[in-house]
């Protein structure tokens, strides 16, 4: 199966940048769609973007339009979210998901997860 590391996180004040990272382990990533995830206390697990393996479709959540860019370096077996002008309420625990060729918002579309990489904004 699958398996999958992110990293990347930290601490950040608000307005700043952060870029995760989501590589593959034993696997190419070039022929699964990629999602990006969050779970923050007390709130609701939220989907954040995702990248199909074609790269014809990327994926928004509203809240984090216009900031986050997803991408992938197939050459890397890595894919990429890009978060700028970072505010307190994406403070979150990060995970990235695969699944096979196209995105889905939902989780249980998702076969394989990666560990998560904490997000702190915060000044």
């Known amino acids: 199966q699958l398996q999958l590391v992110e990293s990347g996180g930290g601490l950040v004040q608000p307005g700043g940048s952060l870029r995760l990272s989501c590589a593959a382990s034993?696997?190419?990533?070039?022929?699964?769609?990629i999602g990006w995830f969050r779970q923050a206390p007390g709130k609701e697990h939220e989907a954040v973007s995702c990248?199909?393996?074609?790269?014809?479709?990327?994926h928004y959540a509203d809240s984090v339009k216009g900031r986050f860019t997803i991408s992938r370096d197939n050459a890397k077996n890595t894919v990429y979210l890009q978060m700028n002008s970072l505010k307190p309420e994406d403070t979150a625990i990060y995970y990235c998901?695969?699944?096979?060729?196209?995105?889905?918002?939902?989780?249980?579309?998702?076969?394989?997860w990666g560990q998560g990489t904490q997000v702190t904004v915060s000044s």
């Open positions: 998901a695969a699944r096979g060729y196209y995105c889905s918002n939902s989780r249980s579309q998702f076969n394989s």
């Open positions: 034993g696997f190419r990533l070039d022929n699964y769609a």
């Open positions: 990248i199909s393996s074609t790269e014809l479709a990327k």
